[in-house]
């Protein structure tokens, strides 16, 4: 009876300790999937925001230009109001850039379908470095004022080559010459290129004597939809397309937090690496 009277206590025992195990372990599995749900509600209700912040946007940014448009040709159909030939010519010319602020909002939403697509391919190809970038930044010339400077440094001679794709590269080089010419009233937009210094990447730099970005929009920067300045034209999208296509290149593209008289991006790209991206 003793040696019965022990074992079933010893049985009890090890059950007992087997239920606080389970509930244990059941208390734990419980907690994390609280924790799974309320991220997923996070990034729910995240996902929910944006939404709703993308169509806001978008119907602010297209309906700014279209009642441009719509006005400017009211004024050009209208036969009690009587227009010269400059008068007539300047608002052609308000209609075009408006209508191609349109293509670019419909370009950028098309850029981050794309780049959001597996099926997305780049076309790579061996380009010679300063040859290609030089003239990217005089492109822009007639957009800055005179107070501003445009400048090419670069580190690379002239018959060394990258292997990358140049619709993608010149798309971020674009944008990062827009952004930079938004926010630069004085002082210089420079365009710049050299190697890291293990020689493993090209980096191409632009850098601007702008308002600069400060530390609560640094974070958020690269963010889709976000805009460091609500007022400028644009949907919030160029940065973050850019950076996914640096990263189809096998790169990445990254804020200079060190440089604080303006803003400066770097690009990064590998050095004449042929590989299939």
Request: net charge negative; charged share 25%.
């Amino acid at each position: 009876m003793y040696i019965v009277t022990i074992l079933f206590f010893t049985a009890i025992i090890v059950l007992l300790v087997m239920m606080v195990n389970y509930f244990h372990r059941t208390r734990q599995e419980l907690k994390e999937r609280n924790e799974q749900l309320s991220t997923a509600l996070t990034m729910a209700e995240e996902s929910d925001r944006m939404r709703t912040e993308f169509v806001r946007s978008i119907s602010h940014e297209i309906r700014t230009p279209l009642n441009a448009i719509n006005g400017f040709n009211e004024l050009l159909n209208n036969p009690d109001i009587a227009l010269n030939d400059e008068e007539r010519k300047d608002l052609l010319a308000r209609i075009k850039e408006n209508m191609d602020a349109i293509t670019n909002i419909i370009d950028e939403m098309l850029h981050m379908a794309n780049q959001t697509s597996n099926s997305y391919n780049m076309n790579t190809t061996s380009i010679y470095c300063n040859q290609f970038l030089s003239p990217l930044i005089y492109n822009h010339r007639e957009k800055v004022s005179g107070s501003v400077e445009l400048l090419y440094k670069s580190k690379l001679i002239n018959r060394d080559t990258i292997y990358t794709d140049p619709d993608g590269l010149r798309k971020i080089i674009d944008q990062l010459m827009n952004n930079a010419i938004k926010f630069t009233q004085r002082g210089f937009i420079e365009l710049a290129c050299e190697y890291s210094e293990d020689k493993h990447w090209v980096l191409i730099s632009v850098t601007d004597t702008g308002r600069g970005v400060t530390e609560e929009q640094r974070e958020k920067i690269f963010t889709p939809f976000h805009k460091a300045d609500s007022f400028q034209q644009g949907i919030g999208l160029g940065l973050s397309i850019s950076k996914k296509i640096a990263q189809r290149l096998g790169g990445d593209l990254m804020l200079d937090t060190d440089y604080t008289e303006g803003a400066r991006f770097v690009l990064k790209i590998p050095a004449n690496t042929q590989q299939d991206i």
